[in-house]
Nanobody
């Protein structure tokens, strides 16, 4: 059974930083396109960053490019989202996703709140 468990959410002031982790079990992250999505209240879910399977190539949404960095550690079966210069508009629930050939798995999500 594939499971994705996120951690690292919390409350931060604008301009601050947070690091999210997503640990996978029941599979290897190497074979999946791994992504971080977020959903703010009243808004559609948004793909924030993705690492293509079998590579370390990361792609970012325009809204976070230059501020967020997604990395992975295959040995630890973990993907990370390093978030810098956080803005109030980054407030959302952040979810980890594993996707390949129309099969996908989701974590339960972790809340990020950016507030002064």
């Amino acid at each position: 059974q594939v499971q994705l468990i996120e951690s690292g959410g919390g409350l931060v002031h604008p301009g601050g930083s947070l690091n999210l982790s997503c640990v996978a079990s029941g599979t290897s992250i190497y074979i999946w396109d791994m992504g971080w999505f977020r959903q703010a209240p009243g808004k559609q879910r948004e793909l924030v960053a993705r690492i293509v399977r079998k590579t370390d190539d990361a792609n970012y949404s325009d809204s976070v490019r230059g501020r967020f960095t997604m990395t992975r550690d295959v040995a630890k079966n973990t993907v990370y989202l390093h978030m810098n210069n956080l803005e109030i508009k980054d407030t959302a629930i952040y979810c980890c996703n594993a996707d390949f050939l129309n099969t996908e798995h989701w974590g339960q999500g972790t809340q990020i709140a950016v507030s002064s």
